[in-house]
């Protein structure tokens, strides 16, 4: 019976309380005020900020389509960038990417620049990596016109500090960097400045070392270390070591890496790379490490590659045939 009564006075207690709350609080007059800052601001639903992500991506879509409406397009160019409803499917934009030339009028550059810039992803009738593919082929035909557009290379270093790009169309902007790199500048950007922005953002995404825009950019140093004596060889190289010794590092950023410390003749990897062809964590690190001991190693190696051109695993054998292979090129006098 207590407990009964107890019960029934803390629904009563809970009742005038609603009750109290509910009289006590009129809906005011509309008034404005000017909001202040608050330190218990609860962040909205992740729906909720999807939700706004894509309104301004749909707005952004919209006031580029209007900016390309008004320009003198031609009916490939208005294919790509989906002003032509009948053919904005993956395969119509591939059809018109193939009717370019490198010749295009200053009007059609403008409206694929502008395409590449805006988000438009055709509403709905590219998937994202059907949009990113597009958009490569796109940046690729501009890059090879016999006058390339005013301010494309700075556009691409733009386009990959642009966190509201996806990763792989950042990924993209990286490796066309390298093309970039020669390019003349556009008219409002120095040469020199334009290409301390690329080394930079170079090796800025070398610092990323669990995305995959790491071994991009350090692929990318590599290459242009080899014809442009201001991007420092000797550091690529020590960034490649460093990146294939540290165990923290992505898997696809070390692979890349232990790929540029052969291709660089960095021996100091032969003792990383001979541990990791026997135990690495998954097949491809180990492939690579094999890779880097048949491309490094010395006749000392021969016995680890044969031991391993055994193994059960076909790839691991496929591959470490393949190295010694290359150890047995490099040293063809003696029998390895």
């Known amino acids: 019976m207590k407990s009964k009564m107890a019960l029934v006075l803390v629904l009563l207690a809970l009742l005038g309380t609603?009750?109290?709350l509910y009289f006590s609080h009129e809906t005011p007059s509309p008034v404005v005020t000017t909001p202040t800052p608050s330190t218990n601001l609860v962040a909205p639903p992740p729906h909720a900020i999807a939700q706004t992500r894509t309104n301004g991506l749909s707005a952004k879509r919209d006031a580029t389509q209007k900016k390309i409406s008004k320009?003198?397009?031609s009916t490939p160019v208005a294919s790509i960038v989906g002003l032509d409803p009948q053919n904005a499917t993956y395969n119509g934009r591939v059809k018109a990417l193939h009717q370019l030339?490198?010749?295009l009028s200053e009007d059609d550059c403008k409206?694929?620049?502008?395409f590449l810039a805006g988000g438009m992803s055709g509403k709905n009738t590219l998937k994202p990596l059907e949009f990113d593919g597009v958009k490569?082929?796109?940046?690729?035909i501009?890059?090879?016109?016999e006058k390339i557009p005013d301010g494309l290379s700075q556009q691409v270093v733009d386009m990959y500090h642009d966190t509201g790009n996806d990763a792989t169309w950042r990924d993209y902007c990286l490796q066309?960097?390298?093309p970039c790199y020669d390019v003349p500048a556009s008219t409002d950007t120095n040469a020199a400045t334009l290409r301390q922005d690329i080394e930079k953002s170079f090796w800025d995404a070398v610092t990323e070392k669990n995305k995959t825009t790491a071994g991009t950019s350090l692929i990318c140093l590599e290459t242009l270390s080899k014809t442009h004596p201001d991007i420092d060889r000797a550091k690529v190289a020590a960034t490649a070591y460093s990146l294939a010794t540290d165990e923290t590092c992505g898997e696809a950023t070390r692979i890349t890496a232990?790929?540029?410390c052969a291709v660089m003749g960095k021996t100091e990897i032969l003792a990383t790379a001979k541990a990791l062809a026997q135990t690495g964590d998954t097949i491809p690190l180990r492939m690579a490490a094999i890779a880097a001991v048949g491309d490094l190693g010395t006749t000392s190696d021969a016995e680890l590659l044969r031991a391993l051109s055994a193994d059960s695993e076909k790839r691991i054998s496929f591959c470490s045939r393949a190295a010694l292979d290359r150890l047995n090129k490099r040293f063809p006098v003696q029998a390895l």
């Open 142 to 145: 501009l890059l090879k016109q």
């Open 71 to 73: 320009l003198k397009i």
């Open 101 to 103: 030339t490198r010749r």
């Open 18 to 20: 609603a009750l109290f």
């Open 111 to 114: 409206a694929l620049q502008m």
């Open 258 to 260: 232990l790929g540029t």
């Open 176 to 178: 066309y960097m390298v």
């Open 136 to 140: 490569n082929d796109v940046l690729g």
